[in-house]
Structures are given as structure tokens and as C-alpha cells.
């Protein structure tokens, strides 16, 4: 260890100072205490010297003022006055006379007067004032010296004590510290030892067994990761060539299900509008029904008309035309009017309202409509493939509400829930109940559609709204006609569906908007969705 080591060791210098302020913090406390009883003990003798004074010299001064022996007077009060610590003698006799020795003080520390008395008789008063300055000085010099030595004694035990833990502590330390900066890697084979050590085991002894055992761990972990490391390299290999042949078979799979998915699209999509198409097949074959029923009457009315008008003709002819035959003939003719004329009413009604839903089934416009003459319509057409049942449809809508919609949406809501509730709600019953509920505010449009059938089954409440989803599996249900009414009411109508509890039979609430956000009108090009008076 280097002579540097040893002066610049920071713990060494650490200790060096602490036991340097110890030793000198005490050192200064057992002086201070030192002085203060010896000060005690010079204010004691002080006190003892007045008290002897008053015993030695009250008498002497007495009889020599009683004699006027004014220079033995003097001489005496001159040898008080030279004792230690005091610095002022005064003596007043009852005939006036003053002697005195010494520097007046102000305000003495000590003030002593005694009287004067000659055979009972008092002559005079002497005051004698003292003060410390004698006993300060003998305690700054004892103080000095004490201090002095002290320091010096602390100084040189401070500094053996330096040297003793350098030798025995800091020089080790210092070893163990250079030995952990140089470990690495290289070199674990070397050990770490100490110099000049006792046979006896201590705790750096200890320390140093704990230093060696983890560089031996450390070697045999930094073996293992080595391993690892190789091990983890030809992984890595193997790896990279699996993933690159996965890689493969995954693109390829992907491929695969693309296509796959491209064709299920296709084929929903073909299904979907295969179902909209049934649908109106159903509707025009209905519709189709309920026309022939009216124009049949007509063509039987007409053939009728045919024979009473020739007859009527036959009649002029062979001049054999009563007054009784033209009324009975006319009378039939206002009848059959009647009759074709009702028929062809309801013939129109029946195709103007297929008309409107039929083309809206197949284009996608937004129409101002009025909405309570469209959903008549709409169930008007849609009765036609229930005729024979005992439904009872309540409908409750605004007459005078007109508003900017896609109809076609409503067609095939409107069309799927009433379906649905005839082949569904109402299986094996002649008569229901269905309720058609339209309420509008500033804001939104909320349908409320309800029927009184056996309602939907809980198996498939939950995934109503999914595709393919039918409790007809192989009876003719495909499962899409409710997952068309979400679709258009989430995409197109922008809206939202859900299923309410119900005591009986479903009950759906449909809430569309009726003002588009701001922005989404500008960017659709579109007016806002509004409700026109």
C-alpha cells in the first residue's frame, strides 16, 4: 500500500477526525469543569481571607488608631491591601479622619466593612473591596495549559488510532475495493487474498470468503449463460427456418381463408338478397291473390252487363220493351256499376300500395314520405300473405308527420317484424294483436313494435340479431330477416334496435335519428335529418 493509500483514505481520515472531535469535545467539558470548581475554590479562599483579615488585623489597626500611630496605620492597611485579590482598603475614624490604599473600583464583585472598636468602644469603620482578577488569572493560565496538553495528547492518540485502523481496516478494504473494479470476466481464476493477517478469523476474513465464493458463482453462472447462449443461437436457427416455413404455410392458409371469406361474403350476400326477394315474392304472390278477387267480380259484373245489354237490345229490336223491363235492366245497371266500381277502388288501392313497396324493395332513395301513409301501405301489402288470420293491427302514427327517410328500410322492418309475428308469435293461432307505435320529437324517431304471440325463445334471445339464426332450421326459416332489420337500422338509418320484457309475445323499440350531427351532414352531402311540418 502506497503512502498515498494511506493519507488520502477517506475512512481512515474519517475516523481520524471523529475521534479527534470526540476526544476534543470531552477534553473541552473536563476543563471547563476543572476551571469552574477551581474558580469556586478561589471565591472560597477569598471568603477565608476577608474572615482571617477581620481575626489578624481588626485588633493591631484598633490600638494603633487608639495611639494616632498614623504610619504604622498605614503600613498596616498597606499590608491588607497587598494580600491577593484585594485592591482597595478604606478607613474612617469617628473623628473624620480617612485612610486609604489601593484603586477605588466600581461596582467590586466584593465588599467587605467591619467596625473598629477599642475597649467596646467603636474609633472607626474599615471597608476593604475586593475582586477575581488574580483568581482569572491563574485560571487562564491552568486553563492554557490544560488545553494545550490535552490537544496534544488527543492529537497524538487520534493519530495512532489513524495508523491502527489503516493497518488492520482501510489498507484491507482499499485491497478489496481495487479487486472488485478489476473483476471481470478474464479474470475469475484469481482469487482474492490479504496481506499480513493473523491466523485469527474476523470479519474481513469473512468478507473476503464471501468475495471469492460469488466470483465462483459468478464463473459458473457466466458457464451456464454461455451455454444458454449457444444453446439459445442453434434455437434461434431452428427457429428462424420454422417460422419461415410456417410463414409459408400461414400465407398460404391465408390465401385460402380469404378466398374462403370472399365466397361466404358472396354467398351471405346472395342469401340475404334471395331473402329480400322472397319476401316479395310472397307479397306479389299475395298481392297477385287479393287483385284476381276484385277484378274477377268486374269481368262476372261485365258479362253480366253484356247479357242485360243485349237483352236490352233484343228487347227494341222486337218493339217488346216494357216500361217495367227498361227500370228492372237500369236498376241492375247502377248495381253492377256499384260493384265494378268498388272493386276497381280496391283493386287500385291494393296495387298502389305494392307499387310503392315493390320499387322501393329494389331502389334507395330518400324520399320525403308521409310516414302514416307508408306504414299503411306497407301493412296493407304485407296483410295479403295473413288473410285468412284474425289479426288485429293497431297503428298509431301522426297523420301529419312527413319526413326525409329511406322508405325502403322501413318496407323491410316493417315487413319482417309483421312476418315474423305471423309465422313466429302467432304459429297455430287464428288471432293476435300487434301494435305499430311512432313517436317523434326533435330529435329522434322511436318505434315501438309489440305483439301478444308466445314470444321469442330464450335460446336464441341473446343472438337474435345475429345471421342465420332461426327456430325453423329446415322449415323454410333462412335466419337473416332480423339480421337485415340490424343492419339497416345500425348502418343505414343510423339508429339502434333492442328487446324490451315483455308479459307477452316481443316487444322491439327502434330509435332513429331525426337531425344528423353537423359535420356528418357535410361530409354525407346530405340535409339534416328533420322532422317537416
Given at each position: 500500500m502506497s503512502s498515498k493509500g494511506v493519507f488520502n483514505n477517506k475512512l481512515s481520515r474519517r475516523v481520524f477526525v471523529y475521534i479527534f472531535l470526540c476526544s476534543a469535545f470531552l477534553s473541552v467539558c473536563s476543563t471547563f469543569i476543572q476551571i469552574y470548581v477551581d474558580?469556586?475554590?478561589?471565591?472560597?479562599?477569598?471568603?477565608?481571607?476577608?474572615?482571617?483579615?477581620?481575626?489578624?488585623?481588626n485588633q493591631s489597626i484598633s490600638t494603633s488608631l487608639w495611639d494616632f500611630n498614623e504610619p504604622l496605620v498605614e503600613q498596616q492597611i498597606g499590608g491588607i491591601q497587598r494580600l491577593p485579590d484585594i485592591r482597595h482598603v478604606k478607613i474612617t475614624t469617628s473623628f473624620g479622619k480617612v485612610y486609604e490604599v489601593g484603586n477605588v473600583i466600581d461596582n467590586p464583585p466584593k465588599v467587605e466593612q467591619y467596625p473598629i472598636n477599642f475597649e467596646n468602644n467603636t474609633i472607626g469603620t474599615m471597608v476593604i473591596s475586593a475582586d477575581y482578577q488574580d483568581i482569572y488569572q491563574h485560571l487562564k493560565q491552568k486553563a492554557g495549559f490544560i488545553i494545550v496538553s490535552e490537544f496534544i495528547k488527543i492529537f497524538i492518540v487520534a493519530f495512532c488510532t489513524f495508523f491502527i485502523v489503516h493497518w488492520l481496516i482501510t489498507k484491507h478494504l482499499f485491497r478489496i475495493t481495487l479487486y472488485s473494479k478489476a473483476l471481470n470476466a478474464q479474470n475469475l481464476d484469481e482469487p482474492l487474498t490479504l496481506h499480513n493477517r493473523k491466523q485469527e478469523v474476523d470479519e474481513l476474513d469473512e468478507l473476503v470468503n464471501a468475495i471469492n465464493g460469488m466470483r465462483l458463482t459468478l464463473?459458473?453462472?457466466?458457464?451456464?449463460?454461455?451455454?444458454?447462449?449457444?444453446?439459445?443461437?442453434?434455437?434461434?436457427?431452428?427457429?428462424?427456418?420454422?417460422?419461415?416455413?410456417?410463414?409459408?404455410?400461414?400465407?398460404?392458409?391465408?390465401?385460402?381463408?380469404?378466398?374462403?371469406?370472399?365466397?361466404?361474403?358472396?354467398?351471405?350476400?346472395?342469401?340475404?338478397?334471395?331473402?329480400?326477394?322472397?319476401?316479395?315474392?310472397?307479397?306479389?304472390a299475395g298481392v297477385a291473390h287479393e287483385v284476381n278477387t276484385p277484378l274477377g267480380i268486374c269481368v262476372t259484373s261485365v258479362s253480366a252487363l253484356k247479357e242485360k245489354i243485349a237483352e236490352l237490345n233484343h228487347a227494341l229490336i222486337d218493339k217488346k220493351l216494357t216500361k217495367k223491363q227498361l227500370t228492372s235492366i237500369l236498376n241492375m245497371f247502377v248495381e253492377y256499376e256499384q260493384i265494378i266500381e268498388r272493386s276497381l277502388n280496391k283493386a287500385v288501392d291494393l296495387i298502389r300500395g305494392f307499387k310503392s313497396v315493390a320499387v322501393e324493395h329494389h331502389t334507395d332513395p330518400k324520399l320525403n314520405i308521409n310516414l302514416a301513409q307508408h306504414v299503411n301501405d306497407v301493412v296493407n301489402t304485407v296483410k295479403t300473405l295473413f288473410k285468412h288470420k284474425n289479426y288485429v293491427i293497431k297503428i298509431n302514427v301522426d297523420p301529419a308527420l312527413n319526413l326525409v327517410t329511406f322508405p325502403s328500410a322501413w318496407n323491410q322492418i316493417l315487413t319482417n317484424f309483421l312476418t315474423n309475428s305471423h309465422v313466429h308469435g302467432f304459429e297455430d293461432r287464428n288471432d293476435g294483436e300487434i301494435s305499430i307505435d311512432f313517436q317523434a320529437n326533435d330529435e329522434n324517431l322511436v318505434?315501438?313494435?309489440?305483439?301478444?304471440?308466445?314470444?321469442?325463445?330464450?335460446?336464441?334471445?341473446?343472438?337474435?340479431?345475429?345471421?342465420?339464426?332461426?327456430?325453423?332450421?329446415?322449415?323454410?326459416?333462412?335466419?337473416?330477416?332480423?339480421?337485415?332489420?340490424?343492419?339497416?337500422?345500425?348502418?343505414?338509418?343510423?339508429?339502434?334496435?333492442?328487446?324490451?320484457?315483455?308479459?307477452?309475445?316481443?316487444?322491439?323499440?327502434?330509435?332513429?335519428?331525426?337531425?344528423?350531427?353537423?359535420?356528418?351532414?357535410?361530409?354525407?352531402?346530405?340535409?339534416?335529418?328533420?322532422?317537416?311540418?
Open positions: 474558580f469556586k475554590g478561589g471565591v472560597s479562599a477569598l471568603d477565608e481571607r476577608f474572615d482571617n483579615i477581620e481575626l489578624s488585623f464463473k459458473n453462472d457466466i458457464v451456464q449463460l454461455e451455454d444458454a447462449e449457444n444453446a439459445l443461437i442453434n434455437l434461434n436457427g431452428d427457429l428462424e427456418i420454422k417460422v419461415y416455413e410456417r410463414t409459408s404455410k400461414l400465407a398460404e392458409s391465408n390465401q385460402q381463408l380469404q378466398q374462403s371469406l370472399n365466397e361466404l361474403t358472396l354467398a351471405k350476400d346472395k342469401l340475404v338478397q334471395s331473402e329480400k326477394m322472397a319476401s316479395l315474392g310472397q307479397l306479389v318505434l315501438v313494435y309489440q305483439d301478444d304471440g308466445k314470444g321469442i325463445n330464450v335460446d336464441v334471445k341473446d343472438k337474435i340479431f345475429d345471421p342465420f339464426v332461426t327456430t325453423k332450421r329446415g322449415l323454410g326459416g333462412s335466419g337473416l330477416g332480423m339480421n337485415i332489420v340490424y343492419n339497416l337500422v345500425n348502418t343505414k338509418l343510423g339508429g339502434t334496435i333492442k328487446i324490451l320484457e315483455s308479459e307477452h309475445g316481443c316487444c322491439f323499440v327502434v330509435k332513429v335519428p331525426l337531425v344528423l350531427e353537423e359535420e356528418q351532414a357535410i361530409k354525407k352531402g346530405t340535409p339534416n335529418l328533420k322532422v317537416i311540418p
